[in-house]
């Protein structure tokens, strides 16, 4: 049985991730939407934006950030299978859970360098050397909250596989 505080942590997580999922979705299609209108100014009146270049930029990064999360959820991440598959499903297991551990160990150290440099973006009011001039603080906070968010993601999908390892035993 397991605790009710898990199960509202879980179901928050993962959908936030759910949501990231749709935000990234949305972020693709502006970018080809915007990408569109940029070439036909550019072919039609040879004149292209001043924004579109480092708007899809930023937006590129911040699909990758926050659809990881989503992808996370969905355990669909990159894997690659082919000696994964020759170990026994009971040993599989375990060392899903131990490589998830690392991960997770390894998105707790980025989330705090990715606090800090948003930190140090924000407060110094830094803007980007581009046209556009960009505060970075803003730009940067999404690096960090997708970087929260993967590490709550990979806590929840631990918590569910050691679930299911007891679900196995019995």
Same mark, same amino acid.
């Given at each position: 049985? =397991?605790?009710?505080?898990?199960?509202?942590?879980? @179901?928050?997580?993962? $959908? &936030?991730?759910?949501? /990231?999922? +749709?935000?990234?979705?949305?972020?693709?299609?502006?970018?080809?939407?915007?990408?569109?209108?940029?070439?036909c100014?550019?072919?039609?009146?040879?004149?292209?934006?001043?924004?579109?270049?480092?708007?899809?930029?930023?937006?590129?990064?911040?699909?990758?950030?926050?659809?990881?999360?989503?992808?996370?959820?969905?355990?669909?991440?990159?894997?690659?299978?082919? =000696?994964?598959?020759?170990?026994?499903?009971?040993? @599989?297991?375990?060392l $899903? &859970?131990?490589?998830? /551990?690392? +991960?997770?160990?390894?998105?707790?150290?980025?989330?705090?360098?990715?606090?800090?440099?948003?930190y140090e973006?924000?407060?110094?009011?830094?803007?980007?050397?581009?046209?556009?001039?960009?505060?970075?603080?803003?730009?940067y906070?999404?690096f960090?909250?997708?970087?929260?968010?993967?590490?709550?993601?990979?806590?929840?999908?631990?918590?569910?596989?050691?679930?299911?390892?007891?679900?196995?035993?019995?």
């Amino acid at each position: 049985m =397991l605790h009710s505080g898990w199960v509202k942590f879980s @179901r928050v997580v993962n $959908g &936030i991730s759910e949501l /990231f999922g +749709s935000i990234s979705g949305l972020l693709i299609m502006f970018m080809a939407v915007s990408t569109t209108y940029d070439v036909c100014l550019r072919y039609f009146f040879n004149k292209p934006s001043i924004w579109v270049v480092e708007v899809s930029e930023f937006m590129l990064a911040a699909t990758a950030c926050l659809g990881a999360c989503y992808t996370l959820k969905q355990r669909r991440h990159v894997a690659v299978d082919l =000696l994964i598959d020759r170990i026994p499903p009971k040993p @599989r297991r375990y060392l $899903g &859970i131990g490589t998830s /551990f690392i +991960s997770f160990l390894t998105c707790v150290v980025l989330s705090i360098l990715s606090f800090d440099l948003w930190y140090e973006a924000f407060t110094t009011g830094e803007r980007t050397w581009t046209t556009l001039r960009a505060p970075l603080g803003f730009l940067y906070l999404y690096f960090f909250i997708g970087m929260l968010v993967l590490t709550f993601q990979y806590v929840v999908n631990i918590g569910d596989d050691i679930s299911n390892l007891k679900d196995h035993r019995e």
